[in-house]
Structure formats: C-alpha cells, structure tokens
C-alpha cells in the first residue's frame, strides 16, 4: 500500500491510497474508488472502509473486477477527520482536485 499525504494550513491531508494485489503482474486492470473523506488509513493501517473496498475488489470474485490487479482510493475531500465531518470548501484540499483527475486516467 503506498498512501500521498499532504499538510496545508496545519491540518493533515491524505490525497490517494493506492493498493496492489500482492504478486499481481504488473499489466493489470485497475479500479479508482472515490470516496468522502479519509481517515488516519496509510502505508501500515487499513481503515474499515479501505478494508471493504478491498475485500470486494480483490477477494469477492465479482466478474466486473475480474483481472483488476490495483485499487486507487482518493476522496471528495481529502481532510483526515474520523468523527464529525462537515464537508466544507476548505477541506477539499489544495491538491485534491488535481489528484482525482490524475488517478481517474
């Protein structure tokens, strides 16, 4: 797992996450996750959402991810906060846009 974080205005930003199927070749199909916003999930930790969406990914055996061989997680808005989220402008994050559009292609 490879995650890009980011810090703005003292507050603390995660741009993507990026997970690959271990010893997966490298050709293979990829699926970008875009959802609200991000948690403390990185490098080491998985979150309860970031360990569902690779369940159903990688271990489900649904045929529209057959073949996929990495998962690209970015959010709406990249501001960290487990607990009282609100969604507001400044929380998107100055990177953020760009990151989506990046990880989409």
Same mark, same amino acid.
């Given at each position: 797992? *490879?995650?890009?974080? +980011?810090?703005?205005?003292? +507050?603390?930003?995660? #741009? ?14 990829? *699926?970008?996750? @875009?959802? &609200? #916003?991000? +948690? ?15 369940? @159903? *990914? ?9 073949? @996929?061989?990495?998962?690209i997680v970015? #959010?709406?808005?990249?501001?960290? &906060? ?8 400044? &929380? ?14």
């Amino acid at each position: 797992m *490879v995650a890009c974080f +980011s810090s703005e205005s003292k +507050s603390r930003y995660r #741009n993507r996450l990026e997970i690959n199927l271990k010893g997966a070749a490298p050709l293979g199909k990829t *699926v970008c996750a @875009v959802i &609200q #916003n991000p +948690s403390y999930a990185g490098e080491d930790v998985a979150d309860k959402s970031v360990q569902f969406l690779e369940k @159903v *990914v990688f271990k489900r055996g649904l045929p529209e991810f057959d073949g @996929v061989r990495r998962l690209i997680v970015v #959010n709406q808005f990249a501001y960290i &906060q487990t607990n009282d989220f609100e969604g507001l402008p400044h &929380q998107i994050g100055e990177l953020n846009d760009a990151t989506i559009t990046s990880a989409l292609h």
